[in-house]
């Protein structure tokens, strides 16, 4: 992780950016830091999930390879891959 979070003399909550080499926030609480960071964490987690839902889009127009490129894989050629690894499972 690039962050490092440092208590101040004054007890309050620095970030460190190792990156920058400077600081990111200063003079936070212990709640400010939570704060900071489930900011930052949403964005990522919602960056995320609309990359899912454009390859779900992607899938569901018969477009896998776009999203997986030579590895895009059907559904029969993955059943196969498994039982050729873990044999073939009763039921499936």
Not at 10 to 30: E, H, L, P
Not at 68 to 91: C, D, L, P
Request: overall charge positive; aromatic content about 10%; glycine content about 8%.
């Amino acid at each position: 992780m690039a962050h490092q979070i440092i208590k101040s003399p004054d007890g309050k909550y620095n970030i460190w950016s190792t990156i920058i080499d400077d600081f990111v926030a200063t003079g936070g609480n212990r709640q400010d830091i939570i704060d900071f960071y489930r900011t930052r964490y949403l964005k990522e987690v919602e960056g995320k999930i609309k990359d899912l839902e454009s390859d779900l889009d992607q899938i569901d127009n018969g477009n896998a390879k776009q999203v997986y490129f030579q590895f895009a894989m059907t559904y029969k050629a993955a059943i196969k891959e498994r039982n050729s690894v873990h044999g073939k499972s009763k039921g499936k």
